[in-house]
């Protein structure tokens, strides 16, 4: 499948579901507001993320966001795809996540999903949907990375 083909409508159910389907999310830019919001939200208030002065003398040179912040956000990155809008049942796990870039103040990020695995769970409903979840900054670098699995509602064919 090609880039996107998860875009064809909202609300798919588990069996519409292919391994190799991706798609990419819209932007969105990363703000200080979002970073003090974080971190009134979360209680880490870690100079690195709200201490201008402090993290300029640290090897990244600037404030970087939470690592979470940045989950947080590919999570409702991942809604706007609109794929799962009615259709997830629940967020069921996440995998091996790896922090592989800072994201800084001003960057923009998408989100990027591919389908990697499909299991029927029929007593649940529908199946699990395992995805391949990649969040890309502005440069097309990937940030973050891990795996997803979603359960999600079956048709009831």
Partial sequence: MTEDTL?????????????GQSATS?????????IV???ALSGDWNPMHTDAE?????PLGQRVAHGLLGLSIASGLANRLGVLEGT????R??????????????DTIRLRVTVTHTKPMPRLGGGLVTLKAEILNQDDKVVQRGAWGVLVQSCGE
Avoid at 7 to 19: A, N, P, S, T
Avoid at 26 to 34: K, P, Q, W, Y
């Fill in 7 to 19: 875009q064809i409508r909202q609300g798919l159910y588990f069996e519409e579901f292919m391994v």
């Fill in 26 to 34: 819209s932007g969105r830019t990363i703000t200080e507001g979002d």
């Fill in 37 to 39: 919001a974080f971190a």
């Fill in 54 to 58: 402090y993290a300029a003398g640290h």
């Fill in 88 to 91: 997830a049942l629940a967020f």
């Fill in 93 to 106: 796990e996440i995998g091996a996540w790896k922090f592989s870039l800072p994201i800084y103040i001003g």
